[in-house]
């Protein structure tokens, strides 16, 4: 039940993305003696739920074990842990389903509406948020921030205006475009740096020139030496590699690249389905067997032709080359390329619309179980602003959608 010793709270929410919305709807659906106020400081509010999974908005994923859906979260895993057991991918599809978004699975897990546009997510927060009577104003930038002697805060913006709320949810992904970074460090938290999480990866490279947009559907790669390996899909783009495996990588390893200002070597295994042995083994069989067939003519149903055509160019591997006299160093160095081939990162490149980082909030600063500062009460933090992100698929949004919640519920004075 709702908090009624408080009727008249007043509750602010700064940042209009998924976050920022679902805190402010969850406030005014669980209390709606609340007076909810949404701050946002551009011109309009959900501009990455509108540019998410290509317009058509990834709202979760199909993984509804906590434990399991933690996994996905190179930073903020543990914390959401906990968070997850109170609000997970299926009270989101609930949630939106009983708003009128209804949801599909597809066939990796990730889930979108039957719509296959994002304009209905859009439409249906700012309609729930209208319906609940949250104030949402655009264009204002907050340029102070502080607790009064009464437990209770301060707002001002950049034009000048000063407004008193008994809460406070920071949940602005970009905290330092709008400079929120000064206002919360200025407050005494710690703000872990800021550095870019899901990207592509930039490859000059002659072994995938001219494979712009050819797909392998299972990939291993990892950072060299000693870096753990991701999996998943492989696109290779006109300015080097992306796809699932790369932008898993780049999420796991993201302060790693940043320290490396985006220049080191990757190792990329094109069968991970098989062990080395074990194509060493078939390349032996190919010998034996059909040693007067050409080696160009593809082995690896995993692998497209024309990857398969430039590794054996790369290694030496000439059109007219049979298996039986494929020379032993050929044979060598094509299994290095196919299990283990190394190549050059430099530079990277991001969506800009649909950009993650990692850094923010110290979460060591955060209750997850309120999503409130340990420092103020009363200061309560959702979304990117949080040193937390998840790997690609619907996962970034969820931990907005949980953080929102949990925050929204705190400042209605609900219960867990």
Not at 11 to 19: K, L, T
Not at 99 to 120: I, L, N
Not at 401 to 413: F, V
């Amino acid at each position: 039940m709702p908090d009624s010793s408080h009727p008249q709270r007043r509750i602010a929410v700064v940042g209009g993305g998924a976050a920022g919305f679902f805190a402010a709807i969850s406030t005014a659906e669980l209390n709606p003696a609340t007076k909810v106020v949404l701050f946002e400081s551009g011109k309009k509010v959900l501009r990455k739920v509108k540019v998410s999974g290509g317009g058509r908005c990834n709202l979760t994923h199909s993984c509804f074990d906590p434990a399991e859906l933690a996994k996905k979260y190179p930073r903020g895993g543990r914390e959401l842990r906990g968070a997850f057991h109170h609000w997970q991918p299926r009270d989101t599809i609930e949630w939106f389903e009983a708003a009128g978004v209804e949801t599909k699975t597809e066939a990796d897990g990730r889930m979108f509406p039957v719509t296959d546009s994002s304009q209905s997510v859009i439409d249906c927060l700012v309609g729930q948020a209208r319906k609940l009577g949250v104030e949402v104003h655009f264009e204002r930038v907050l340029s102070g921030l502080e607790q009064t002697a009464d437990g209770k805060w301060l707002i001002e913006t950049r034009d000048g205006k000063k407004e008193t709320f008994d809460k406070v949810c920071m949940a602005a992904g970009s905290l330092k475009s709008a400079g929120l970074d000064t206002l919360i460090e200025g407050l005494g938290h710690r703000i872990e740096p800021l550095v870019p999480s899901l990207f592509a990866f930039n490859v000059k490279d002659p072994r995938i020139a001219g494979l712009s947009g050819l797909a392998v559907k299972e990939a291993g790669v990892r950072i060299l030496p000693k870096g753990k390996p991701q999996s998943g899909p492989l696109l290779i783009t006109h300015r080097g590699m992306s796809g699932p495996a790369i932008l898993k990588l780049s999420a796991w390893e993201a302060r790693t690249f940043a320290g490396h200002d985006y220049d080191l070597e990757v190792e990329i295994n094109w069968l991970p389905g098989w062990k080395r042995q074990q194509v060493v083994e078939k390349f032996g069989e190919l010998r034996r067997r059909k040693g007067d067939s050409l080696v160009k003519s593809k082995v690896f149903d995993e692998l497209p032709r024309r990857l398969w055509e430039s590794l054996l160019s790369a290694v030496g591997v000439t059109p007219e080359d049979q298996w039986a006299r494929l020379k032993k160093e050929c044979g060598d160095a094509l299994l290095a390329e196919l299990t283990a081939g190394r190549y050059r990162v430099k530079g990277k490149t991001t969506n800009k619309e649909e950009f993650v980082t990692c850094g923010g909030v110290s979460l060591k600063e955060v209750d997850f179980r309120t999503m409130e500062s340990k420092l103020l009460s009363g200061l309560h933090f959702a979304g990117e602003c949080l040193d937390l992100d998840g790997v690609t698929g619907g996962f970034n949004f969820q931990a907005a959608w949980t953080t929102g919640r949990i925050a929204g519920r705190a400042m209605a004075g609900v219960g867990q």
